[in-house]
């Protein structure tokens, strides 16, 4: 099963990251990516949750593609961390990273609090 990517209100939304790591394709979600860097899409979120088992293989996946997307100009964030993600981050002190939040609304609108300096 491979990554699932849609767009919601502007945002490109990126899951089932979950299952996707038990895919031997699973390498081909970086190219996913860069082909919607190439549509100019540069805004994203990383949801995640029912991710169990983090590991070396996940969170490289995780850094290869939030280092492309921002070395191409754009931004990802996490949004529904799972109990495993919400350690990774803690642990690995990753929260300068990611800006992570609890909702897929709350990253959304987080991108829209960013693109319009009037709204607080």
Do not use: C
């Not at 996940?58 to 961390?81: H, N, Q, Y």
């Amino acid at each position: 099963m491979s990554l699932n990517i849609r767009v919601e209100r502007g945002v490109t939304v990126l899951s089932n990251f979950g299952r996707l790591m038990n895919d031997p394709k699973h390498f081909d979600a970086a190219a996913d990516v860069a082909d919607r860097l190439d549509l100019g899409e540069r805004e994203f979120v990383m949801e995640m949750n029912g991710v169990h088992e983090t590991g070396a293989s996940f969170l490289g996946l995780l850094m290869t593609i939030s280092r492309e997307i921002r070395r191409r100009g754009g931004d990802v964030v996490l949004a529904r961390p799972s109990p495993a993600i919400r350690r990774l981050v803690l642990d690995m002190q990753l929260d300068d990273f990611w800006d992570v939040f609890d909702t897929l609304d709350d990253a959304i609108e987080f991108y829209r609090r960013h693109d319009d300096p009037t709204v607080d």
